[in-house]
């Protein structure tokens, strides 16, 4: 019964997939198919309905965050905070450093505002179309975009995937990201080395477009306007909670809103709610976006996504498939049996929210440490769903800035974070493997 749940579910998707119809409609279609399996093992239907609102409030601060960073990129683009940061960026583009430029300021952002899409709207808009004015192909630089969003999205103290990984497995946000930086060290200087020597293909352009000038002429870009960027660093420093910064950050940048660019309360009501509207054509390009309404769509497949892993622990949906991830385990190790799980469940899931937590269901067994747990999921399930063609978590980025899904090819940092652990997790198995045939033959 469990293989025909999911064979319906993942019909449903790929219809939805291949006729262009909202993932949302084979969501709740799958919520419909999960809610009856549960009715046909026995449980009632207030069972699955508590099920379902339980699996919704292991992601509620999740939820909440959500609605903050909506907000927040409404409120950095009014403010004039993102307006600064590109200015002073793009300075320092050329034609042969703009991929490695475009994957570095794409990774700042990321960090500061712990989204990708966010980041993508913003960051990544603005380099692809200063790589575009310099005839440096999209295929190059869509990878650079997709790469840099989810350094942070993985990484960011702000980041949604790093709170739910958290959450999960009940471990200290800050710890984890401790360790997701040891881990990622040697994949970002490898990133960052190629994305270099892939732009020295394009050393001269038509020039970058005079975004600098258009954004000066519109915006008070005094340094007090960066303000609410400081306040993410430093608060993050400190470890005080993401919602708690996210919301100092919001409020800074309301009061610099409305003191430096000259935003009626009514307007900055409206930016937080609909989102930042420019009334420069020119600007309205680069900047528009964000706001609250902006992660309607997003809140919502996340909501179904929880409601699954809520009736999938209540009725013990996955509990066959956790034996044999036991045996794939001892074969390959640990981390390789987490990565080809997380690689399945980003193909079921289209999102990247459901994948982590149907990976964390399904390997929980197979590492019981909880820090290493959530290490493992961070350099698998959360780097492996931008991957997926038709998942959102790649998607939506790329149609962001205007990029082909071929782009998923350059994205070099999301492929060496897996295959980097992977290759330190062997080294170590084999290791100790040798150690203890080596004890035993001593013996």
């Not at 790093?162 to 401790?178: H, P």
Request: hydrophobic share 50%.
């Amino acid at each position: 019964m469990e293989a025909i749940a999911l064979g319906l579910f993942s019909a449903g998707l790929l219809i939805c997939v291949f006729t262009g119809k909202s993932i949302l409609l084979a969501m709740i279609f799958g919520y419909v198919l999960f809610f009856g399996y549960g009715i046909a093992r026995h449980h009632s239907a207030g069972q699955m309905v508590r099920c379902s609102l339980g699996g919704i409030r292991t992601v509620k601060n999740i939820l909440i965050t959500f609605l903050l960073i909506g907000m927040i990129t409404a409120i950095w683009r009014g403010s004039g905070t993102i307006a600064l940061l590109v200015c002073e960026a793009s300075r320092f583009c050329s034609p042969s450093a703009i991929l490695l430029v475009t994957f570095l300021m794409c990774c700042l952002i990321s960090v500061l505002t712990g989204t990708s899409f966010g980041s993508t709207a913003t960051m990544g808009v603005i380099c692809v179309t200063i790589a575009n004015s310099m005839g440096v192909p999209i295929f190059y630089t869509g990878g650079a975009v997709l790469a840099g969003v989810f350094f942070g999205d993985r990484c960011s103290p702000m980041s949604t995937s790093a709170l739910l990984v958290s959450e999960l497995t009940k471990t200290d946000i800050f710890k984890n990201i401790g360790k997701m930086v040891k881990t990622s060290v040697v994949p970002f200087v490898l990133t960052c080395l190629i994305y270099w020597k892939l732009g020295q293909a394009y050393t001269s352009g038509a020039g970058s477009v005079a975004i600098e000038k258009v954004l000066r002429s519109y915006y008070d870009l005094s340094w007090v306007v960066v303000l609410p960027a400081v306040i993410v660093i430093l608060f993050s420093v400190f470890r005080q909670n993401v919602k708690i910064t996210l919301l100092v950050s919001s409020l800074s940048g309301i009061l610099i809103a409305g003191f430096a660019q000259h935003l009626s309360p009514a307007q900055i009501v409206h930016l937080c709610v609909f989102g930042f509207s420019a009334k420069s054509a020119e600007v309205a390009t680069f900047m528009n976006g964000g706001g609250l309404l902006s992660m309607t769509r997003v809140f919502l497949i996340v909501c179904i996504s929880s409601c699954y892993a809520g009736i999938f622990k209540e009725t013990h949906f996955l509990d066959h498939l956790q034996d044999g991830i036991l045996r794939l385990g001892e074969r390959i190790t640990p981390f390789g049996a987490i990565l080809l799980t997380s690689i399945v469940t980003s193909a079921i899931a289209c999102n990247q929210t459901l994948a982590i937590m149907l990976t964390h269901q399904l390997c929980g067994p197979v590492v019981k440490n909880q820090e290493e747990l959530a290490i493992d999921l961070e350099n698998t399930a959360v780097v492996v769903a931008p991957l997926i063609p038709w998942s959102i978590a790649g998607a939506v980025p790329l149609a962001t800035v205007g990029a082909p899904e071929s782009c998923l090819i350059t994205a070099v940092y999301l492929y060496l974070i897996p295959l980097w652990n992977l290759a330190v997790q062997a080294m170590h198995h084999r290791s100790r493997h040798d150690r203890s045939r080596h004890a035993s033959g001593n013996a």
